[in-house]
Nanobody, 124 residues
């Protein structure tokens, strides 16, 4: 099983990036999918999740209204559209799956599969 994230990079405050994560070796249909981020010295933080059960979504408060998660099960791909980026969004972003299928327990301890991180840097 492999989750391959891409789309990170450097952007100025107020800019946008779109992260993608392609799954290989699993079918995403029954997994909750989503994103975490981590900065050095801090714990990995849940950013967003999309359930497989009903398509419901969850966002951490600091990104609500700016980030949008989506998924394309046929392409085995999840996305994170990030708009109005702020310097505090700078982090390594990781995609992940949870076989529970819902987002009620979205956290590092419940993740089945982790993707390799992609670095997002927001700086002027």
């Amino acid at each position: 099983v492999q989750l391959q994230a891409s789309g990170g990079g450097s952007v100025q405050p107020g800019g946008s990036l779109r992260l993608s994560c392609v799954a290989r070796g699993i079918t995403l249909d029954y997994y909750a999918v989503g994103w975490f981020r981590q900065v050095p010295g801090k714990e990995r933080e849940g950013v967003s999740c999309m359930a497989s059960t009903d398509g419901s979504t969850w966002y951490t408060d600091s990104v609500k209204g700016r980030f949008t998660i989506s998924r394309d099960n046929a392409k085995k791909t999840m996305y994170l559209q990030m708009n109005s980026l702020k310097p505090e969004d700078t982090a390594v972003y990781y995609c992940a799956t949870d076989s529970a299928g819902h987002c009620r327990s979205w956290g590092p301890g419940y993740v089945d599969h982790w993707g390799y991180g992609t670095l997002v840097t927001v700086s002027s």
